[in-house]
T-cell receptor, first 117, second 114 residues
Framework: AQTVTQSQPEMSVQEAETVTLSCTYDTSESDYYLFWYKQPPSRQMILVIRQEAYKQQNATENRFSVNFQKAAKSFSLKISDSQLGDAAMYFCAYRGYYGGATNKLIFGTGTLLAVQP | DAGVIQSPRHEVTEMGQEVTLRCKPISGHNSLFWYRQTMMRGLELLIYFNNNVPIDDSGMPEDRFSAKMPNASFSTLKIQPSEPRDSAVYFC????????????FGSGTRLTVV
């Protein structure tokens, strides 16, 4: 079975600085998708960024980028120029490549990010 | 699109009562998921449907929990009888079968069983 591990329960960053959140996963599949979700205090789950495992290029969305290391099964999220609104719980998630039975998202335990003004 | 709509947003009930949570997925999405979030266990997948058919219900904790999807635009998660340990936030999410469009989550229902 696939598992997702986030080893940092809490992180803190100064406003305007850069922070990296770690995620590792375990799978025997060669094709899959990885995601980072943000959950602010409003509890809404918001998709931050997505990476297809067959793509070597790391995904980027404005201030958010990932470092995807397939061989190491590592998928870290870098937040540049941190803003107060980035304060939230961040979840790493895995999904199999094919639809149907592999369509479910498997989540890590989350990293609570605090942004200091 | 109004997104995934869940109701109620908050529910407080007494132990032993029946609780029904509701979800309306995004139109055109044919996969629907029910997750439970607690501090102790994080985000757990309870059940998911593909084209209104339950595909995997291995996460449903026990027989007190049941879920239905009578049509493509509506799903329910029922707990009968409810217990204090069922207190959690319950999320519904939907996506297209290939998932490439991403998963859209509802705002969740915070259930408190006293």
């Amino acid at each position: 079975a696939q598992t997702v591990t986030q080893s940092q329960p809490e992180m803190s960053v100064q406003e305007a600085e850069t922070v990296t959140l770690s995620c590792t996963y375990d799978t025997s599949e060669s094709d899959y998708y990885l995601f980072w979700y943000k959950q602010p205090p409003s509890r809404q789950m918001i998709l931050v960024i997505r990476q297809e495992a067959y793509k070597q290029q790391n995904a980027t969305e404005n201030r958010f980028s990932v470092n995807f290391q397939k061989a190491a099964k590592s998928f870290s999220l870098k937040i540049s120029d941190s803003q107060l609104g980035d304060a939230a719980m961040y979840f790493c998630a895995y999904r199999g490549y094919y639809g149907g039975a592999t369509n479910k998202l498997i989540f890590g335990t989350g990293t609570l990010l605090a942004v200091q003004p | 699109d109004a997104g995934v709509i869940q109701s109620p947003r908050h529910e407080v009930t007494e132990m032993g009562q029946e609780v029904t949570l509701r979800c309306k997925p995004i139109s055109g999405h044919n996969s629907l998921f029910w997750y439970r979030q607690t501090m102790m266990r994080g985000l757990e997948l309870l059940i998911y449907f593909n084209n209104n058919v339950p595909i995997d219900d291995s996460g449903m904790p026990e027989d007190r929990f049941s879920a239905k999807m009578p049509n493509a635009s509506f799903s329910t998660l029922k707990i009968q009888p409810s217990e204090p340990r069922d207190s959690a936030v319950y999320f519904c999410a939907s996506t297209s079968t290939d998932g490439l469009g991403g998963y859209t989550f509802g705002s969740g229902t915070r259930l408190t069983v006293v």
